[in-house]
């Protein structure tokens, strides 16, 4: 029976912990809030070590809405700052990526080294009578955390140790990412018309399976598919159970029976989300890491990397480029697809056609549950102060009737 529009309206008639009011998609303080206590307080994939492969390499990227470079240092290990000015704020570096032993502030000239000291301001005598000296000018770091080639970031000095935040979550991946070297040879950027939770939801739920034409074919086709288990670490990092998918089901796909992966069986699927915002996805020959930058309630800039074996011959390489894009490419039939179904969802939630989004599915734990969604919005809510059902509920100066 359809509903009228008091019963479409209603609070679901559902445990807290099994909808989501569509107000954590949209709502501008929400978007800040979430900035300020989740995106500045935990641990961010940033980029791969094979992205700054010799000393003095460096490569800016965004992060919360702050500037951040990233820099392989003299000693060969991994620096981070934010990229910005300690007179004026300016940018400091404005490639994307490079080499080069200082930085140059554009704006008037203050110059940095590799370590965030500040090195040089011009005519520094100006500044001795208010006390002012390049010693204590250097750029503020951030810290930095590395696993299996992944570098992360963090810009809070106070918050959880690398280890204790991530603790056993890359254990499925240790094989795979650890035993021969990797290095990046996709990256693909694209701003998405969606809100970043949803685009990571489609990471954390794989009952939207059903959306893609590939995965309908060679994986859910098998009742191992159905069987397997979704397995939630401390701090809402998450994992599924591996599968076999049968890639020669599908026409054109190959068989993905060579050029496996260390670690891995041949066509192994195995899937690992961190909180909040980063999957790594092994699909047999090829791993592709995925995060995201929020830059507004509706605007999320989507990163994916395509990863294969470092010194591999080019016939090898491009082979697993072509795997890689099969699913993960501007064209595949997977990862397009997933943009086309949040970008609906978003256009329902922006205008407020709908407010509420469904996460009750309960199935044992099995791939099919809600449960790592669940975990976490209960994550969300823990960090944020507020439930993710009735988010407005407690922000300043609004009331519960502003949670249309
Ligand atoms: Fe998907």
């Known amino acids: 029976m359809s509903r009228s529009a008091h019963e479409w309206t209603a609070r679901p008639r559902l445990q ?36 700054l ?4 390499d460096f490569r800016t990227v ?93 810009l809070n000095d106070e918050g959880s140790p690398f280890d204790e935040y991530f603790g056993d979550a890359f254990e499925i991946l240790e094989d795979v990412m650890g035993t021969k070297e990797l290095e990046v ?3 693909h950027k694209t701003v998405i018309n969606a809100n970043w939770k949803q685009w990571f939801e489609t990471n954390m739920e794989i009952y ?9 074919n060679i994986a859910m086709s098998n009742d191992e598919f159905y069987e397997r288990r979704w397995k939630i670490y401390p701090n809402c990092h998450g994992t599924l159970t591996p599968m076999k998918q049968r890639y020669e089901r599908v026409k054109g796909l190959g068989r993905r029976d060579e050029r496996t992966l260390p670690g891995l069986t041949p066509g192994e699927f195995r899937v690992v989300d961190l909180f909040p915002d980063t999957t790594i996805l ?55 697809e997933d943009v086309v179904a949040v970008e609906a969802v978003e256009k329902s939630n922006r205008c407020g056609a709908s407010r509420y989004g469904i996460m009750a599915r309960h199935d044992e734990m099995k791939s099919l549950d809600d449960a790592l969604m669940r975990a976490f919005y209960k994550e969300w809510s823990e960090y944020m102060g507020r439930p993710a059902s009735n988010p407005l509920g407690a922000l300043p100066g609004e009331t519960n009737a502003a949670n249309r």
Request: charged share 25%.
């Open 282 to 336: 092994c699909r047999a020959t090829v791993l592709r890491i995925d995060t995201s930058n929020a830059i507004s309630p509706n605007q999320t800039l989507v990163e994916q990397r395509g990863l294969g074996i470092k010194g591999e011959s080019a016939e090898d390489r491009l082979i697993r480029i072509n795997h890689h894009n099969q699913f993960w490419g501007p064209f595949g039939r997977n990862l397009p």
């Open 185 to 187: 040879f996709h990256l």
């Open 208 to 216: 939207h399976e059903y959306l893609h034409f590939l995965n309908r």
């Open 53 to 56: 492969p010799t000393r003095f």
């Open 16 to 51: 807290d912990d099994e909808f989501v009011s569509s107000t954590v998609y949209t709502h501008p303080g929400i978007f800040e809030l979430e900035q300020e206590r989740i995106k500045r307080a935990t641990w961010k994939f940033a980029c791969h070590e094979s992205e």
């Open 62 to 154: 965004e992060h919360a809405g702050y500037p951040i470079v990233l820099v392989r240092t003299e000693e060969g290990g991994i620096r981070a700052f934010i990229n910005s000015c300690s007179h004026r704020a300016a940018t400091v570096v404005r490639a994307p990526r490079g080499n080069a032993e200082q930085w140059r502030c554009l704006f008037h000239a203050w110059t940095y080294d590799t370590r965030g000291r500040c090195i040089a301001m011009p005519r520094a005598s100006g500044y001795e009578q208010a006390g002012l000296c390049k010693d204590g000018m250097g750029l503020r770091e951030v810290k930095v955390g590395i696993k299996l080639g992944m570098i992360f970031i963090n």
